[in-house]
């Protein structure tokens, strides 16, 4: 089972930014990915970011349009994601995931409010 430090988040107006962080509490031997995905009110999970643990290029959803950053380190096991010129659009529950070949495994994930 893997477990999450998920920090960061809040509250921000539009064109602000924010940093969330997470810290997984292990990784497995094989190829994992490790990413944030987001969920708003009554819409489906999406992907935000993600990275490949044999990848130095991360992922990222269309709607993030170059706004939002994806960072790896110190450890496999911590990834951070920036988020630059935050819109109302992009209030949501954001996730904290990782992906093995046969599972996948959830944060409890963090508030993220863009809002003027």
């Known amino acids: 089972q893997v477990q999450f430090h998920e920090s960061g988040g809040g509250s921000a107006q539009p064109g602000e930014s924010l940093r969330v962080s997470c810290e997984a509490s292990?990784?497995?031997?094989?190829?994992?990915?490790m990413g944030w995905y987001r969920q708003a009110p009554g819409k489906q999970r999406d992907m935000v970011a993600s990275?490949?643990?044999?990848?130095?290029?991360?992922d990222y959803g269309d709607f993030v349009k170059g706004r939002f950053l994806l960072s790896r380190g110190p450890s496999q096991r911590h990834i951070e994601l920036q988020m630059n010129n935050l819109q109302p659009d992009d209030t949501a529950v954001y996730y904290c995931a990782m992906k093995t070949w046969s599972n996948i495994y959830w944060g409890q994930g963090t508030q993220v409010t863009v809002s003027s």
């Open positions: 292990t990784v497995p031997n094989g190829r994992f990915e």
């Open positions: 990275i490949a643990s044999d990848s130095a290029i991360p």
